[in-house]
């Protein structure tokens, strides 16, 4: 699992309320992977249908068409 575009493998969501509350997390062996001192504040849960976005680029979509072969 990694961007279609640029194939990095970090990502980040938005807060529903405030695009600006982000959270960033990794994707390692095809799984969220969110760093400890993110969690600690992190109210944004990950799921399928959550939009994520790229670290490194611009492409965004939703968490499950990462998951596509
Ligand atoms: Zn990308």
């Not at 400890?36 to 965004?60: L, M, R, Y």
Request: charged share 35%; aromatic share 12%; proline share 3%.
């Amino acid at each position: 699992m990694a961007c279609p575009v640029c194939a990095c493998d970090r990502f980040y969501v938005k807060g529903q309320e405030d695009e600006y509350d982000m959270q960033e997390f990794d994707l390692r062996y095809g799984e969220v992977f969110i760093a400890a001192e993110e969690t600690e504040n992190g109210k944004i849960e990950i799921q399928d249908e959550t939009e994520v976005f790229c670290d490194n680029c611009s492409w965004h979509g939703k968490l499950k068409e990462l998951r596509k072969p």
